[in-house]
């Protein structure tokens, strides 16, 4: 069994910063693709980052690009978003996920162990 527990969100006005973690439970964590997903309030969750096992590839919505970055520590089994320039269409519950691979992709089906999620809100 894997857990996931995010940590990080809060209140931000628009502009700033905000980096959000990501804590998993198992041993084997570097084995896998980890994920970040996000869901607005009357919204579809939508894909926002993912980052392969190794922590040398990653990959980003175009909605995101250039504002957020996805990284890992596998030392501490923990996965960061770190957010920059923050907009107002940035409010979501943000959600760490882990992809069965190593590899990860950008389709939410595939993900196989999800997290509570975390609250960001961006004021304007």
């Known amino acids: 069994q894997v857990q996931l527990v995010e940590s990080g969100g809060g209140l931000v006005q628009t502009g700033g910063s905000l980096r959000l973690s990501c804590a998993a439970s198992g041993r084997t964590f570097s084995n896998y693709a980890m994920g970040w997903f996000r869901q607005a309030p009357g919204k579809e969750r939508e894909f926002v980052a993912y980052?392969?096992?190794?922590?040398?590839?990653?990959y980003y919505a175009d909605s995101v690009k250039g504002r957020f970055t996805i990284s890992r520590d596998n030392a501490k089994n923990t996965v960061y978003l770190q957010m920059n320039s923050l907009k107002s269409e940035d409010t979501a519950v943000y959600y760490c996920?882990?992809?069965?691979?190593?590899?990860?992709?950008?389709?939410?089906?595939?993900?196989?162990?999800w997290g509570q999620g975390t609250q960001v809100t961006v004021s304007s």
């Open positions: 996920a882990r992809h069965p691979t190593r590899y990860g992709s950008s389709r939410e089906y595939e993900y196989d162990y």
């Open positions: 980052i392969t096992w190794s922590g040398l590839s990653t």
